[in-house]
């Protein structure tokens, strides 16, 4: 069974500070996808990384995935207050068997910009 | 350009009472179509999905089903609604091999009293 693990799941930051979240995964994948979802609203797509070593960047957001290490990372530069959401991480496992094509989601990090 | 509608936003439905909700899609064909609850404190967890017409997977058992009559239309239902059904449901669609993932509707929010 495919476990996605985020951490950490709550983080409290500073404008203007940089911080960094992390996600893991348990079995083979290539797809890694995260999304952002704000209070009451649905969720945001952010960034599709499809192959080892892939790096995408928007704005003060910038998510990069390692397959080998099954370990992707959304890193926060100069956080400001409209960066404050739920960020979610999800996985596809690698093609093929019954799984193919469902996403597993992390946990998400409530992400708190403070002024 | 594709578009998912889901709808009705909000319902308040009470214990007993049947349950349906709909989603469509609109700007492909074939699409994969997926229904995910979400309780109060964050997590996603995927209920059904969906390959093609009248193709139904569950990933978890309880009172609710799912139904797909058509190409780009899935509909959630329930005979009688439970307080634990009580969430936020998101539909999403995916064409599997362009790596696109999931795009998500708008939600909706039930509240079963």
């Known amino acids: 069974e495919l476990k996605v693990e985020q951490n950490p799941l709550f983080l409290s930051m500073q404008e203007g500070k940089n911080y960094t979240i992390y996600c893991n995964y348990s079995t083979t994948s290539d797809r890694l996808y995260w999304y952002r979802q704000d209070p009451g609203k649905s969720l945001e797509s952010l960034f599709v990384?499809?192959?080892?070593?892939a790096v995408k960047q928007e704005g003060r957001l910038m998510a990069s995935l390692d397959t080998k290490a099954r370990l992707s990372t959304l890193h926060i530069t100069a956080a400001v207050h409209d960066l404050s959401a739920t960020y979610f991480c999800?996985?596809?496992?690698?093609?093929?068997?019954?799984?193919?094509?469902?996403?597993?989601f992390g946990q998400g990090t409530i992400l708190t910009v403070h002024p | 350009s594709q578009t998912i509608h889901q709808w009705p936003a909000t319902l308040v439905q009470p214990v007993g009472s049947p349950l349906s909700l709909e989603c469509t899609v609109e700007?492909?064909?074939?699409?994969?179509l997926y229904w995910y609850r979400q309780a109060a404190g964050r997590g996603l967890q995927l209920l059904f999905y969906s390959v093609g017409i009248g193709q139904i997977s569950s990933e978890v058992p309880q009172n609710l089903s799912a139904s797909r009559p058509q190409d780009r239309q899935f509909i959630l239902s329930s005979k009688k609604l439970l307080l634990s059904d009580s969430g936020f449901y998101l539909c999403?669609?995916?064409?599997w091999g362009r790596g696109y993932g999931y795009t998500f509707g708008s939600g909706t929010r039930l509240t079963v009293v």
């Open positions: 999800a996985v596809a496992p690698s093609a093929g068997g019954t799984s193919y094509g469902k996403l597993t």
């Open positions: 700007g492909t064909s074939n699409p994969n």
């Open positions: 999403a669609w995916s064409v």
């Open positions: 990384l499809l192959s080892n070593g």
